[in-house]
């Protein structure tokens, strides 16, 4: 399947999930009481730590692994199934303990229901994983929308029949168990794997930087929460929290459809020597025309954005979200170095990557944030400098990226976004708040950014032209 419709499907598996747990939140949300979610929410603690390890790595390492061979996927499902039923052990054990300390006895209930996730995923995720090498895109998407479903049709029917938080826990059970079947229905054909040795080192050491690099992003994440809640206030947390939030939509609904594509392209590319730097070029020429204009616009229409979907009480989040977005521009360009570096077989230069920006967003949290909210926040948006710095070392090193061609693959994406934010200066200097402003600052920046693009030429319109003439000849059928 070629890139242009391994994205397609991919996104519209992604949007209907959205959508689908949009619509599923407002119906439970009325058959549920907020303790209710609160009891399922305490007991994804732990399931979430849990599976930071439950993977190892294991879906990944079989995508990029040039040399295959059948005792390294035999390794692969070992360890695999090793972890996940160890750590299926380990949230048993623990259920009764996470319990006590929330003081909530229902947790252990939900956690002995959950656990059975743990058994059943590894079954499925060797040939999950060879679906992605061999890009089975549409497979992987049929069953994406077909799990989804699955798990909220579970939770809503269950719901209204008086289950509880139950009905939540068993919603996720159904998501993996039809999308364990659905997987094991399309396993490719060849997939026999006959008895012999197990080729066990590279995948455990592919797994351990796999895990190493998760956790050290995890508590980079975490990390504001921990400082905050500890120097300043709860009231600190809830704002970077919520401002946090409106950021991950830039992953939620463009970079989580393309991060699931590119790497698999990227390693199918190496295992064809075939060069990547044309690829990740284009890549990134059109990720930032995508990105930027899209962060662009949430700072512009933050004061709008936030009092509509969270109330006026988030007020002191506004300044925060157009200070995080501008800092996540710096990084859009690098979006794909974990991606590249995972294709070429080097994620150890990726895990310590991780490692050393948890160090320095340490240092800046620790003298930053006695000085405030907004000051320790600007300090964060700096420390991606440190980031977007090291992530050029990188590419330049492992993929022979100049300055030059890194400039030349960006300046189009930067006159589009400079457009689009003289643009949004217009509108909210003459329209500066209300409903109206937010409106009128999407319905511009989608003109411009279109216009922009047309006349500038950036290569990202030859995707417009083939999806515009894909929709035509589907409704000329």
């Keep these: 399947m070629n890139i242009r419709r391994s994205l397609l499907v991919t996104f519209f598996a992604n949007y209907f999930q959205i959508v689908l747990q949009f619509i599923a939140t407002l119906i439970i949300a009325r058959l549920l009481t907020p303790s209710e979610f609160g009891i399922f929410s305490l007991s994804m603690i732990l399931i979430n730590l849990a599976d930071l390890l439950r993977n190892f790595g294991v879906n990944s390492y079989i995508v990029q692994e040039k040399d295959l061979t059948w005792g390294r996927l ?6 695999n ?3 996940s039923w160890g750590l299926a052990v380990v949230v048993w054990l623990l259920a009764d303990w996470t319990a006590q300390f929330f003081d909530e006895p229902a947790v252990a209930a939900v956690l002995h229901v959950l656990v059975v996730n743990f058994i059943l995923i590894p079954f499925g995720t060797t040939t999950a994983g060879l679906l992605r090498r061999e890009l089975q895109f549409q497979t992987l998407a049929v069953v994406q929308i077909i799990t989804a479903t699955a798990s909220t049709l579970t939770s809503i029917i269950l719901a209204l029949l008086g289950f509880s938080y139950f009905s939540l826990a068993w919603g996720n059970i159904a998501n993996v168990v039809v999308g364990t079947f659905l997987i094991w229905y399309f396993r490719p054909r060849h997939l026999k794997l006959p008895p012999g040795r197990f080729e066990i080192w590279p995948v455990l050491r592919f797994g351990g930087l796999s895990v190493i690099t998760a956790i050290a992003h ?33 992953n939620q609904f463009l970079m989580r459809s393309i991060f699931s594509i590119t790497m698999p392209h990227f390693a199918a590319q190496v295992r064809q020597q075939t060069a990547l730097l044309p ?3 284009l890549a990134i020429s059109h990720i930032t025309v995508l990105g930027w204009p899209f962060l662009l616009l949430l700072v512009f229409t933050a004061p709008q954005l936030i009092p509509l979907l969270y109330g006026e009480q988030w007020y002191e989040s506004i300044i925060l979200v157009q200070i995080l977005c ?26 310590r990557f991780a490692l050393i920006m948890l160090v320095v967003k340490t240092v800046f ?5 006695q000085f405030g909210l907004i000051i320790v926040t600007f300090g964060l948006a700096v420390s991606n400098i440190v980031a977007m710095l090291l992530s050029y070392h990188i590419m330049r090193d492992n993929l022979n990226c100049s300055l030059q061609e890194l400039w030349m693959a960006l300046r189009k994406s930067l006159l589009v976004s400079g457009t689009i934010a003289c643009s949004l200066l ?3 200097r003459y329209i500066p708040t209300g409903i109206l402003s937010l409106v009128a600052c999407v319905g511009i920046a989608a003109l411009a950014w279109i216009t922009a693009i047309f006349i500038l030429q950036h290569p990202i319109k ?16």
């Design 74 to 79: 035999r390794a692969a499902r070992l360890v």
């Design 81 to 83: 199934f090793m972890f």
């Design 218 to 250: 995890e508590t980079g994440k975490r990390l504001p929460d921990l400082f905050f809640g500890k120097l300043l206030s709860v009231q600190a947390v809830g704002y970077f929290s919520r401002a946090t939030g409106l950021l991950e939509l830039i």
């Design 279 to 281: 690829h990740y070029l």
């Design 326 to 351: 501008l800092g996540e521009m710096l990084l859009v360009p690098f979006y794909l170095r974990a991606q590249i570096l995972i294709a070429i077989g080097r994620i150890a230069i990726d895990t």
């Design 365 to 369: 949290l620790l003298f930053l944030t």
């Design 426 to 428: 217009l509108i909210t």
């Design 462 to 477: 030859n995707e417009i032209l083939w999806l515009v003439s894909k929709i035509k000849s589907r409704l000329a059928i």
